[in-house]
């Protein structure tokens, strides 16, 4: 399949990434923030589906992706359906907890100011230097000040970290829910391969702009 971008560093693809990762040869890490189903408008891709189709399609992009014994996955999951969910044969082995203070809108049962990053992997092939397991993420990150809005959009220094912390400058990282291009962005910043997938398509063109830039500030 022909990608929406390519650079030295970065692929980016146009299309739903259940039909595109089993084309794809097997990566290093996959780091990526899932579709929450709590009704968000991405644009053609729905976000708001019975609680067993969401657990169906979840289990079904993460059985596609290829992965070697050592690959590992840093998945950031909504909390309200941490039990249900599962992620292909991966085992969840450790959490980094989020606090995030500019999430505002509260559940029935509280509010939605904590976030989880959930660590898997088969084989433990790196030992992460992560400092702490809890951070603050800024839920809104550069793209609220840039203007390039984007429904859920990561925190790039957050992100910024997690790559660096859990991957080597031989790996390549995959996104299957790419959105405005955050980790292949900052996988670029820090010298890494990144494959990164969008089911919209001016989320695609949002995410190649960025990746774009040739020289990168980095901010650890």
């Known amino acids: ?19 595109i ?52 996955a840093l ?14 044969t991966l085992l969840y082995k450790w959490a980094i907890g989020l606090y995030v203070p500019n999430s505002m809108k509260p559940f029935a049962n509280g509010f939605n100011q904590l976030g989880l990053v959930l660590w898997y992997y088969k084989q433990q092939a790196l030992k992460p230097t992560f400092a702490n397991d809890v951070y603050m993420h800024n839920r ?34 995959l996104d299957p829910f790419l959105g405005s291009g955050t980790t292949c962005y900052c996988a670029k910043k820090l010298n890494r391969y990144s494959i990164g997938i969008e089911i919209e398509e001016k989320y695609c063109e949002i995410a ?6 040739e020289v990168m500030e ?3």
């Open 1 to 19: 399949m022909k990608p929406y971008y390519q650079d030295k560093w970065v692929t980016i693809y146009h299309g739903d990434c259940r039909e």
């Open 21 to 72: 990762l089993p084309t794809l040869e097997p990566v290093d890490l996959v780091l990526t923030d899932i579709p929450f189903n709590v009704g968000k408008d991405y644009g053609t891709a729905n976000d708001n589906l019975p609680l067993p189709e969401y657990v169906q399609f979840i289990d079904d992009v993460f059985t596609l992706i290829r992965l070697s014994d050592l690959s590992s």
């Open 75 to 88: 998945i950031k999951v909504p909390t309200k359906y941490l039990m249900h969910l599962k992620f292909g």
């Open 140 to 173: 809104d990150g550069e793209m609220r000040a840039s203007g390039q809005i984007h429904p859920n959009p990561m925190d790039d220094n957050f992100v910024l970290r997690l790559i660096a912390g859990y991957s080597t400058t031989d790996s390549v990282i």
């Open 208 to 213: 190649a702009k960025r990746c774009s830039q």
């Open 218 to 220: 980095l901010k650890i």
